[in-house]
């Protein structure tokens, strides 16, 4: 990757064919985000994701609105401790019915013939089979076809994406940088079972990582906790002017390039974790990507700790902390500061 | 989920009532904090009044799940509720022995640490060391005591919304999403 630091531009990018695909909190952003531009998706990867608004699932846990929904999102959301304590797939999906009723999301009917794919390793102590069970009830409600979604809790892994690498944590690791071997790639499986008949992934890349500047996407405010570069990958051939796909891949919390890890209570700046960078460059996207003209695009959420903006880990919203108003967070609608940047992304794209 | 039709009996209403207009009253006072300091705004002041709100609804939570589960003895208890409760009994206790099983690992891989013999050419690098093992120790303590508290707390949040759902509309606390139309756009 060179030094520049580019701006996003636009390729001939084929509408409404693009896709999303994360992990934890991004998989959690990937359903918002498909939910709220469905027009846009043709399909999905959620690993070790939760359903829509989810967080919102039990105002009464603590008095303050902005506690109540920090505390569903870990407790319902992530780790529920039996099935009837995780989040309710019918009571969500009405959620979202309402929400799209009230314009605040695109219509729901765009979700038919969407390809879905979810995986939950039967290991990860981080969020919990049974939430990723529910994303899997919900989107089925949400009248996503059976035949459409594939839904894999088969695998003993821990809290991660899975490839092939041999330098990744084993398996059943639920630790940072949550990226774990299990002889396989993952990111082929999501890309192959969004996308028919795809090539074999390229021995060697011939596109360029590109280095872009995102803060125009959310106006540089800080509460969007979007780190100021975002990072995307452009096969060859595209750049040549090839029809194109993107695929958005949302890292996890602890995963952006800029995440920093606090040790009691610091900013540990002297031992930066390269979590980051190996997300963007080990995690097989870029190779399935390069022989089959998908611009891997990798937007970037960044921590902060203090000053009204509670994120050490650098994870995507999901529990309404860039919202103003802690009453009525807005973080899953087409407005929210975040899917408004990474919308703004793929539409400069052209998707 | 679950909702229940039936009504409470007058004098568990008006012990309820009670308890309820406390909880209330926390809630309120917790709301008014809120909207006098907005998150995004004013952090500082809602760093100070944090101590308080969050023990404040710790203590409503437990007495409206308290409300709750009377209300759910009295006139919700049948076999499968049993099992469910059961079943979240046995899930707490599964993740109490993982806890353990990570807090002897850690005391475990300490151990071996200490026994290992390392090189120090320095007094500086031979002092670092003994420290290095005294800060483990204290990351094993801390991490075991958030471990607890977070299982602590994951099982009041978890209860409390157990009840919620199985009490519907009769439950103490508010259990449904915000409201839809709160979001809704022009």
């Known amino acids: 990757m060179s030094n520049d630091i580019v701006q996003l531009r636009n390729y001939n990018v084929k509408k409404g064919e693009s896709s999303i695909s994360g992990l934890s909190s991004g998989a959690f952003m990937t359903v918002q985000l498909h939910l709220a531009h469905s027009a846009s ?73 969407d390809r879905v794919y979810l995986f939950t390793g039967s290991r990860d102590t981080v969020v919990y089979s049974e939430v ?96 100021e570069f975002g990072y995307a990958y452009v096969p060859r051939a595209v750049e040549e002017g090839a029809p194109a796909r993107v695929h958005v891949v949302l890292h996890g919390c602890k995963q952006g390039y800029s995440y920093v890890n606090y040790v009691y209570g610091r900013a540990d700046v002297t031992n930066q974790a390269p979590y980051g960078n190996r997300y963007i460059t080990t995690t097989g996207y870029n190779e399935l990507a390069d022989s089959n003209d998908i611009i891997v695009l990798y937007p970037q959420a960044t921590g902060a700790d203090g000053g009204g903006l509670q994120n050490p880990d650098g994870c995507w919203d999901w529990w309404g902390y860039t919202s103003d108003d802690p009453e009525q967070p807005d973080y899953y609608s087409r407005d929210a500061i975040q899917i408004k940047a990474l919308h703004g992304m793929l539409s400069r794209l052209g998707g | 989920m679950n909702e229940m039709t039936i009504l409470p009996a007058p004098a568990e209403q008006t012990a309820a009532s009670r308890a309820t207009a406390v909880a209330t009253a926390a809630v309120t006072a917790a709301e008014a904090v809120q909207k006098t ?119 009041e949040v978890s209860y409390a919304y157990w009840l919620n759902q199985k009490l519907g509309a009769l439950s103490s606390t508010p259990g449904v999403q915000t409201p839809v139309a709160a979001v809704a756009r022009t």
């Open chain 1, 132 to 227: 990723v069970k529910c994303t899997h009830r919900f989107y089925e409600l949400l009248g996503v076809a059976s035949d459409d979604i594939l839904f894999d809790d088969t695998v003993p892994a821990g809290h991660s994406i899975v490839t092939d690498n041999p330098e990744d944590s084993l398996l059943d690791t639920n630790q940072p940088p949550y990226i774990n071997q299990g002889g396989f790639m993952q990111s082929h499986r999501i890309l192959r079972h969004i996308y028919d008949g795809l090539k074999a992934p390229a021995q060697q890349t011939t596109g360029r990582l590109l280095r872009f500047d995102q803060t125009e996407f959310f106006g540089g405010e800080a509460r969007a906790s979007m780190g």
């Open chain 2, 37 to 155: 300091a907005p998150a995004a705004r004013a952090a500082a002041v809602q760093d100070t009044l944090k101590m308080p709100v969050l023990f404040g609804g710790w203590a409503a939570r437990s007495a409206t799940s308290s409300i709750d589960t009377a209300r759910l003895l009295a006139f919700g208890m049948d076999l499968h509720t049993w099992g469910e409760l059961f079943q979240m009994q046995q899930a707490v206790v599964e993740r109490l022995t993982l806890q353990q099983q990570t807090w002897m690992q850690g005391w475990a891989a300490w151990n071996r640490e200490r026994a290992e013999i390392r090189g120090a050419n320095t007094v500086t690098k031979l002092v670092e060391q003994e420290f290095n093992l005294v800060a483990q120790i204290g990351q094993l303590l801390i991490d075991q005591t958030t471990n607890l508290i977070a299982l602590q707390e994951n099982i």
């Open chain 1, 41 to 113: 998706f043709a399909g999905v990867g959620v690993i070790a994701g939760g359903p829509f608004r989810c967080s919102e699932s039990f105002r009464g846990a603590a008095p303050l609105a902005e506690d109540a929904y920090v505390q569903s999102a870990e407790y319902i959301c992530m780790s529920p401790l039996t099935p009837q304590t995780g989040p309710s797939a019918p009571r969500l999906a009405q959620l979202a019915h309402d929400t799209a009723q009230a314009g605040a999301i695109d219509p729901l009917s765009n979700l038919k013939g």
